[in-house]
């Protein structure tokens, strides 16, 4: 049985989704056809396809879409990044049969709005990038601190705070760090690394840190219907998948099925953020066990090889039940 793939073309964390997906789904026993546009694609593959599959970015070829709709294949996608791109998702979720959501708070929302098959499916990661050890690890990535990603605003005024409330080493892996950290980035206890790193570096640092914080994107950069977050980004699996200690400002409802409460450090505001550091800044033991408890918990239930298979059991049970899709 065919999976026609349609890889993202813009956007390395799409990249390595499309790169682990694909060798899960060949795992599974399926052969895939990764396309990126409607001139790779032959008559033989579309005759042999059981669905398309892809992750949603900010935009789709709708034209291509349509052409395959018009052959009779299903089409389906995970939306990986909501609510952050709810906008951009909800210009074309009505071009799928069925759609997966990594976050649960966009289920109801693409509901409302007339999509009846859509699913909460959360995000993971491949168990091949980040794991708990690597020979290639070396002393250059350790830290005390340690923050991967874009520099919002509440990323940089807790670092601004690590560096001016403790003597915490601290590095920052990003665009923009060095714009804006101008006074901070003479500091030496401060390390910046100012451009985008592959997953595997992104890994090594998680495992070299003593704490790696996991700040999500601020209120004020969401979509225009303001949707909360409710459910884990990416990188609360991929530093736990790490055997790494985190410190995150997100909180979670008790009927999410996470491991966040008694695996990593949540808090409610930047004070009490800041209190947590320094706290297990002092207390190796107690960051061990809490990094331990996320790595086994991780390992067992959010690989991408489970959420493949949640999504291929899902996918069939509905096109069998709904042959209109077929």
């Known amino acids: 049985m065919n999976i026609l793939y349609v890889r993202s073309t813009s956007n390395p964390f799409y990249q390595y989704i499309d790169d682990a997906m694909i060798s899960c789904f060949q795992t599974f026993g399926y052969q895939v056809s990764a396309i990126?546009?409607?001139?790779?694609?032959?008559?033989?593959?579309?005759?042999?396809?059981?669905?398309?599959?892809?992750?949603i970015?900010?935009?789709?070829?709708?034209?291509?879409?349509?052409?395959?709709?018009?052959?009779?294949?299903?089409?389906?996608?995970?939306?990986?990044?909501?609510?952050?791109?709810?906008?951009?998702?909800?210009?074309?979720?009505?071009?799928?049969?069925?759609?997966?959501?990594?976050?649960?708070n966009c289920v109801a929302v693409y509901h409302e709005l007339g999509h009846q098959q859509v699913y909460h499916l959360?995000?993971?990661?491949?168990?091949?990038?980040?794991?708990?050890?690597?020979?290639?690890d070396t002393s250059t990535f350790f830290s005390d601190v340690c923050l991967v990603g874009y520099p919002y605003a509440n990323r940089i005024s807790f670092v601004q705070r690590v560096l001016k409330e403790t003597s915490s080493t601290v590095q920052v892996v990003?665009?923009?760090?060095?714009?804006?950290?101008?006074?901070?980035?003479?500091?030496?206890?401060?390390?910046?690394?100012?451009?985008?790193?592959?997953?595997?570096?992104?890994?090594?640092?998680?495992?070299?840190?003593?704490?790696v914080l996991n700040l999500y994107h601020p209120y004020e950069v969401k979509d225009r219907l303001r949707i909360p977050s409710s459910s884990p980004n990416a990188r609360t699996y991929e530093v736990a998948a790490c055997s790494a200690?985190?410190?995150?400002?997100?909180?979670?409802?008790?009927?999410?099925?996470?491991?966040?409460?008694?695996?990593?450090?949540?808090?409610?505001?930047?004070?009490?953020?800041?209190?947590?550091?320094?706290?297990?800044?002092d207390h190796s033991e107690e960051r061990t066990r809490k990094a331990r408890v996320a790595f086994d918990i991780v390992h067992k239930n959010d690989t991408f090889m489970n959420r493949t298979q949640q999504l291929i059991t899902k996918t069939n049970a509905i096109l069998r039940t709904n042959p209109l899709l077929t």
Do not use: M
């Not at 959360?122 to 290639?136: A, Q, V």
């Not at 760090?177 to 595997?200: A, F, G, M, T």
């Not at 995150?248 to 947590?276: C, M, N, V």
């Open 57 to 104: 970015y900010q935009t789709v070829d709708d034209v291509f879409l349509k052409h395959i709709r018009d052959q009779g294949i299903p089409l389906v996608a995970w939306v990986c990044e909501g609510p952050y791109y709810v906008d951009d998702a909800l210009k074309f979720i009505h071009l799928f049969d069925i759609i997966f959501c990594a976050e649960k």
């Open 174 to 211: 990003g665009h923009y760090w060095r714009d804006v950290l101008d006074i901070e980035k003479r500091n030496p206890r401060l390390k910046v690394i100012n451009y985008w790193i592959p997953s595997h570096k992104a890994a090594a640092f998680y495992r070299q840190a003593n704490i």
């Open 36 to 55: 990126e546009t409607l001139d790779h694609l032959t008559e033989r593959e579309v005759k042999q396809t059981a669905f398309l599959f892809t992750t």
């Open 122 to 136: 959360p995000i993971g990661f491949d168990p091949h990038i980040y794991h708990k050890h690597s020979s290639n």
């Open 245 to 281: 200690f985190q410190l995150t400002d997100q909180y979670f409802r008790d009927d999410e099925r996470t491991f966040l409460h008694p695996a990593i450090q949540p808090f409610k505001h930047e004070e009490e953020g800041i209190s947590w550091l320094k706290y297990y800044i």
